[in-house]
């Protein structure tokens, strides 16, 4: 396939100490003993996404945080005394190149799981060879299609997009009803980057539950996947004198330049966003107007969940920030492969690991607030949010709200 990168993410390693058991949850792909798995057969997982457009950053992020587990994982034992390899190619969020990627990692390199599909488009047009070849894959973005009601081989590593609408505006009616008590024709401005049904299934739902509480939208702003900046978009909001804006997907530099925009226009609205942005870009954004919803934990160095520390210890090892972008929902996705892997035993299928998958239950320790739940009709791990803001001269940033559901209203 012409113009495409293959990037091999794991290595088999030599003899290993006996005894050491694999932290990363109660139930996780851990092994009693370790024993030398350089002569063994690897578990191999596929992985394709976005290394280079726009949104590259996005899926290089999900990648290194795969590789920093599988890494750790393979230095240990391997699973059941097996290696994982995994096989990474770059499907720069196009459509057809991303199904191309699947379908070879299956057909010709035998892989057993898909993982990364950064590009929620590209996690849908996959589902056909998905079902022909009976092997499941794990989403970075979803859209609602795939998993209310659960496709049978697709998994989200959080919720599909349109889910993080419901708590996006209850935290918005919450910081309405402090700024603007008793009205109830609240003013919003929504703004996102169009690209995908998952995103525009997002856009649907906020002008639904603002239609329901009776809410005025006065501007929907869309920024186009191929822009270099959303300046002329914010200037637009602003000129619209919105009470509060909803900011979907975007760009972190977007993002970053587009607060700064606001700020130095004096805004005096709030902006709702959800997790696309990095911990990074919060932290840069440093603006007490910007309320951030996440399902996952801050990589702080000191954290005392064990799964957070454990996560940074192994980022910073592979040289990657723990806080970059998407690089905690990768190693998230290969502590919920790990843990299928772990229990399908060897040889394990794509049917055989999509079973297990369906069975998965175990404590991140910190990585989401609560377990990673799975079931034949449940393939979205995450049931609420938190809401934070991140301020100098703080070194972390601050829970404003915790257990806002995700999901339908």
Request: hydrophobic share 40%.
């Amino acid at each position: 396939m012409k113009g495409k990168r293959r990037v091999t993410a794991a290595t088999i390693s030599a003899l290993c100490i006996v005894g050491v058991l694999i932290a990363m949850s109660a139930s996780s792909a851990s092994a009693s003993r370790t024993h030398s798995t350089k002569s063994a057969a690897p578990y191999v997982i596929g992985f394709t996404s976005d290394f280079t457009s726009n949104f590259g950053y996005l899926g290089l992020g999900l990648k290194s945080g795969l590789n920093a587990y599988w890494d750790y994982v393979n230095k240990h034992g391997g699973i059941n005394h097996h290696p994982v390899k995994m096989i990474a190619d770059d499907d720069d969020s196009q459509v057809n190149r991303g199904v191309a990627n699947v379908t070879q990692l299956i057909t010709q390199d035998h892989a057993i799981m898909i993982a990364g599909v950064m590009y929620s488009v590209i996690c849908t047009a996959n589902v056909p060879v998905l079902t022909q070849y009976k092997v499941p894959e794990i989403c970075g973005l979803a859209e609602s299609s795939t998993v209310r009601p659960a496709n049978p081989w697709v998994f989200a590593t959080l919720v599909d997009q349109a889910a993080y609408a419901v708590p996006m505006m209850n935290m918005a009616r919450i910081l309405m009803q402090k700024a603007h008590p008793g009205d109830k024709s609240i003013r919003i401005a929504v703004l996102f980057s169009t690209g995908s049904a998952a995103i525009n299934q997002w856009n649907d739902e906020i002008h639904s539950i603002a239609q329901q509480w009776g809410w005025n939208n006065v501007t929907t702003q869309i920024v186009p996947i191929s822009a270099i900046d959303m300046s002329s978009e914010i200037s637009n909001v602003i000129a619209s004198k919105p009470d509060v804006m909803l900011l979907g997907a975007g760009n972190d530099a977007w993002v970053t330049a587009g607060m700064n925009q606001l700020k130095a226009a004096g805004n005096p609205f709030p902006v709702v966003s959800y997790d696309v942005p990095a911990w990074t870009t919060v932290q840069a954004i440093n603006d007490k107007q910007f309320y951030y919803l996440s399902a996952l934990g801050y990589g702080a160095p000191s954290s005392k969940e064990p799964g957070i520390s454990q996560f940074v210890r192994l980022a910073n090892a592979e040289g990657v920030n723990p806080n970059a972008a998407y690089v905690l929902r990768g190693y998230l996705q290969g502590l919920i492969i790990g843990n299928a892997l772990q229990r399908c035993g060897w040889p394990c299928s794509g049917v055989k690991l999509q079973a297990q998958l369906n069975k998965t239950h175990f404590n991140t320790k910190g990585i989401i607030s609560g377990n990673v739940n799975l079931s034949p009709t449940n393939h979205q791990p995450v049931t609420s949010l938190g809401a934070y803001q991140w301020l100098q001269p703080f070194a972390a940033p601050t829970l404003v709200l915790g257990r806002l559901r995700v999901g339908n209203q």
